[in-house]
């Protein structure tokens, strides 16, 4: 594993950081990183999982975000206005960061993909199938949500007591600590050290505080999907926690119901992460679509 670099993808020729693991020739898996996260916040150990289950694991700076190109010129967003929805600070949405990923398959030579997204991750996955149907063999949208109001809500009185985020590095894993504990996994312990190592690490390659507050307005930008998801033909897995604080429940249910023959899973004491207990069993769930869409091509 190996990070490596796309240059000028896609149509807004970007360059875009990512990384591959496991055998080229098996099945491409892409990941798709939630709001402001890099791709490291994919662990590895999860990637390996999935490299064990037979697939081809690729993970990517989303635009804004580590090693991909950050969008310095962009105007700063105004939250207040675009939560009252005033978007004329939204510089890109969904279907933009969707075109990203499209163009990152053609730089890597693939026709099409399996697709992994987690919350805003999952957002792009979906836009990817209703804009480029045919580059989509199977859909995972974990812990996501269709754009429908009302559903899918964040809880923000358990994130608006945080405040800004820090600049210094300590103060800033230090905030991402207390971030990850409200959002957590209820049934599933803390794990503090692999939160402030990741922490560490995005905060090394480049934290851009601009960045989330972009993606969100993106989001907010791309509106309801939920009448495009219905169109949709291909093999779709929905994962997504019970106790999920950032993406309510209802989001995944709206996804599962919105796409014909949509699986999905609940777990129950699952917040709005990917608890390392859970690794595993996420890995047979997307092994098994993935391998049922590929036997279902041949």
């Not at 993808?9 to 990384?19: C, N, S």
């Not at 004491?269 to 036997?295: K, N, Q, Y």
């Amino acid at each position: 594993m190996a990070e490596e670099k796309a240059l000028n993808v896609g149509p807004a020729r970007i360059d875009i950081a990512y990384e591959r693991f496991g055998d080229p020739t098996l099945p491409p898996v892409l990941l798709l990183m939630g709001g402001g996260a890099q791709m490291i916040n994919w662990p590895d150990q999860f990637c390996t999982e999935l490299v064990e289950r037979g697939l081809h694991v690729i993970r990517f700076d989303s635009r804004d975000t580590g090693h991909s190109t950050h969008m310095t010129a962009a105007p700063v967003v105004d939250m207040p206005a675009a939560m009252a929805g005033d978007l004329a600070t939204a510089s890109y949405n969904l279907s933009d960061m969707a075109a990203d990923a499209v163009g990152l398959l053609d730089a890597l030579g693939y026709a099409s993909a399996h697709l992994v997204g987690l919350s805003m991750g999952g957002m792009i996955a979906q836009t990817i199938a209703i804009e480029y149907p045919d580059r989509v063999r199977s859909l995972t949208s974990i812990s996501s949500r269709t754009g429908a109001p009302g559903v899918g809500d964040a809880d923000f009185a358990a994130i608006g007591p945080l405040g800004p985020q820090p600049n210094d590095r300590q103060s800033y894993i230090d905030w991402q600590l207390r971030a990850s504990r409200a959002i957590w996994s209820p049934a599933f312990a803390f794990d503090e050290t692999a939160v402030a190592e990741t922490a560490g690490r995005v905060y090394d390659r480049g934290r851009d505080h601009e960045a989330m507050m972009r993606h969100f307005v993106a989001v907010l930008a791309s509106g309801d999907r939920t009448t495009q998801l219905r169109t949709l033909h291909l093999p779709t897995l929905v994962l997504h926690g019970a106790n999920d604080l950032m993406c309510d429940v209802s989001g995944g249910h709206a996804t599962a119901q919105a796409i014909p023959g949509a699986t999905l899973v609940v777990f129950d004491g699952m917040g709005h992460h990917l608890p390392r207990e859970l690794w595993p069993t996420f890995a047979d769930h997307i092994g098994e679509l993935v391998h049922r869409a590929e036997a279902t091509a041949r």
